[in-house]
């Protein structure tokens, strides 16, 4: 498994941006396909955005849409998640996961993921 750790979290009123990046341990880290997720208080931990380099291709939740953006810099193992006009309903946990498994899509489901960071906590104010 690899090592995740997230950063970047923090409270920012509504309509800010954020940038949560996601450092990742091992030589083979292009080969992951690397997702973001998110848990809200009181709900499921939810899909936010996926990055395959294989693939070439990334996926996000219609709720994000527009709003967040995923990329990856293989050279510095690192995932970023660009969250622009941030509203109160982002408020949640947000977790980076990898999976190392090779599929015919992006998975999107918390099932799929083989290794998880500790969350970074992004609160957005009113």
């Known amino acids: 498994q690899v090592q995740l750790v997230e950063s970047g979290g923090g409270l920012v009123q509504a309509g800010a941006s954020l940038r949560l990046s996601c450092a990742a341990s091992?030589?083979?880290?292009?080969?992951?396909?690397m997702g973001w997720f998110r848990r809200a208080p009181g709900k499921e931990r939810e899909f936010v955005a996926a990055?395959?380099?294989?693939?070439?291709?990334?996926r996000y939740a219609d709720s994000v849409k527009g709003r967040f953006t995923i990329s990856r810099d293989n050279a510095k193992n690192t995932v970023y998640l660009q969250i622009n006009s941030l509203k109160p309903e982002d408020t949640a946990v947000y977790y980076c996961?990898?999976?190392?498994?090779?599929?015919?899509?992006?998975?999107?489901?918390?099932?799929?993921?083989?290794?998880w960071g500790q969350g970074t906590q992004v609160t957005v104010s009113s």
């Open positions: 091992g030589r083979t880290f292009k080969t992951y396909t």
């Open positions: 990055s395959s380099w294989r693939l070439g291709s990334t």
């Open positions: 996961a990898a999976r190392a498994r090779m599929s015919v899509g992006i998975a999107t489901a918390n099932h799929d993921y083989d290794s």
